[in-house]
């Protein structure tokens, strides 16, 4: 069975939202060929980021963006951070070759984006 652990990168208002919809889909996902943990939040602030955890279930806590992209154990990253940082995070993790799911926008440029 092939596991998926999603980490959370931002732990705002939108961070919690992508929290509770995972929880609330976790079981409804999975399959016996594949499931899905909750394993990281990360947050600057590593107490919001700890609360955020501590609410949705999620097993690790971090407060660098870029270790938890770097870790190998994580497949799936939201990234929900204020709209400038997004396109950095979203590009790091996707030539991490992580799955990612950005909250809007993607880059604040259309030429960033692109």
């Known amino acids: 069975m092939k596991t998926f652990n999603i980490a959370i990168i931002g732990a705002g208002m939108i961070g919690a939202a992508h929290a509770s919809g995972y929880r609330a889909h976790q079981a409804r996902l999975a399959s ?8 990281t939040v990360c947050d600057a602030r590593e107490d919001a980021a700890r609360e955020l955890a501590k609410v949705w279930g999620f097993a690790h806590v971090a407060s660098d963006w870029q270790a938890v992209i770097a ?10 951070l204020p709209n400038f940082m997004h396109a950095e995070v979203a590009t790091a993790a ?13 880059a604040l440029t259309a030429a960033q984006a692109a």
């Open 32 to 39: 016996d060929q594949h499931q899905f943990v909750l394993h």
């Open 71 to 80: 870790d190998p154990e994580i497949d799936i990253v939201s990234v929900t």
């Open 94 to 106: 996707l030539r991490a070759g992580k799955h990612v799911l950005c909250e809007k926008p993607l």
